[in-house]
Every structure is written in C-alpha cells, then in structure tokens.
C-alpha cells in the first residue's frame, strides 16, 4: 500500500518562472494539504482540497493555487516566483482526519 | 489565532540521559500530534493524542496531553544517538489543518 507520493523530490526555478508540484494521496485518503516548511522552521498550511475543492486557506498570496482531481490527486502552483518561497513543500493526506500521513517533500530551490 | 510554542528549542544531551520536550498552545484542542523529522527529511508520525489525559508510549518516548493546561510533553528516557532529529508537535483545532510548532532539535551525544 503506497503511502503519499510526492513529485518532483527537487527542483530548481528562476524569480518569476512558475512551478508545479504534484502529490498522490495514500490509498483510500479523500484530503490532500500543502504545507510550506522554510530551512529551520516548522511547517505552514498552505490550503486544503477536498471533493476537488478548496475547503480552506492558510495566510498565503494568491501566487499559490492548487487543484484536486477525481482520482483524489493534486497540484500545488506557485506563480511569479520569489527567493522567499525556497522551501521544502510538503503535502499531506488524510480522511476524516485524526491522521494525516506526509509524503517525502519537494525541494524547491529558487535563485 | 493559534500559536504553538515549543521549548527548549534545542536540546544537547547525553546518552543514557532523561529528559522532556513541552509543547504549549493558546487555544483549547484536544487534538495534538508529534512528529519526528530527520535533515531534509519529511514528517514521521510519532503519536497522536485525542483526549485530555492522553498518554502514548513508544520505545524511548512518550507523550501525554493537558488539554486543560494547553500542554504536551515528549517525555525522552535514556536516549541513544538514533533519536537524535528535530521533534514537532502540532495542533488541530478541529479545523483540519495542523498549527506546527517551532520544533525541537535534539542533539543526542555518546
């Protein structure tokens, strides 16, 4: 039973491109969360997707979207990128709660 | 709005050594996680507390939550070396989303 999967593992971008991340959710989770973890700090919720909407929203820009697909699936974008969202991001699933199983992250590295 | 805060930020400690990590929040919940992470690694559930008077045990670790008293501790018994990564707890407001807390980096040393 694959736990959450998370791709890319690393990537690169220059300011102002925009970038993709993509999550699998584990088998039978319905609830994919993003989180934003800077070098040295705790997590931060980005927003949540469940049913292929979003059911709520961190304090973070509009630069950040994301969407869920039917197959429970999502993507993480991020536009007009800046240094300061160098960060490993991290998505998380879950189903009615009470346990959240993380994936391994993308790194993503913005000069 | 929630805050999470944990103390000490980082722990130096000796093998063999006891010790515990606190985990205080500002707002009543009585849902709590802990979370191991290693360098550049993702998140390791550790324990998952639900109830005031929670208390999970597991190898070297344990917590336990005061839902009243808004804490969590991460109780360490004789530590070894493995255990050495940066320790979160994490609240949930019955909001389903986790507020992290700054994290503890725990150094463990022979």
């Known amino acids: 039973d694959a736990g959450v999967t998370q791709s890319p593992t690393h990537l690169i971008k220059t300011r102002g491109q925009q970038v993709t991340l993509r999550c699998s959710p584990k088998s039978g989770h319905d609830t994919v969360s993003w989180y934003q973890q800077a070098l040295g700090q705790g997590p931060q919720f980005i927003f949540q997707y469940y049913e292929e909407e979003e059911r709520q929203r961190g304090n973070f820009p509009d630069r950040f979207s994301g969407h869920q697909f039917p197959n429970y699936s999502s993507e993480l974008n991020v536009n007009a990128l800046l240094l300061g969202d160098s960060a490993l991001y991290l998505c998380a699933s879950s189903s009615r709660v009470l346990s959240y199983t993380f994936g391994s992250g993308t790194r993503l590295t913005v000069v | ?110």
């Open chain 2, 1 to 110: 709005e929630l805050k999470v805060e944990q103390n000490p930020l980082f722990l130096s400690m000796q093998e063999g050594k006891n010790y515990t990590i606190y985990c205080n929040y500002s707002t009543t919940s009585d849902r709590l996680y802990w979370y191991r992470q290693d360098p550049g690694k993702s998140l390791e559930s550790l324990f998952v507390l639900l109830s005031n008077g929670a208390v999970k045990q597991e190898g070297r670790l344990m917590a336990s939550l005061d839902t009243k008293a808004r804490l969590s501790t991460l109780h360490i018994t004789a530590a070894v070396h493995d255990l050495s990564a940066t320790y979160f707890c994490a609240v949930d407001l019955n909001t389903d989303k986790l507020i992290f807390g700054t994290g503890t980096r725990l150094q463990v040393f022979p």
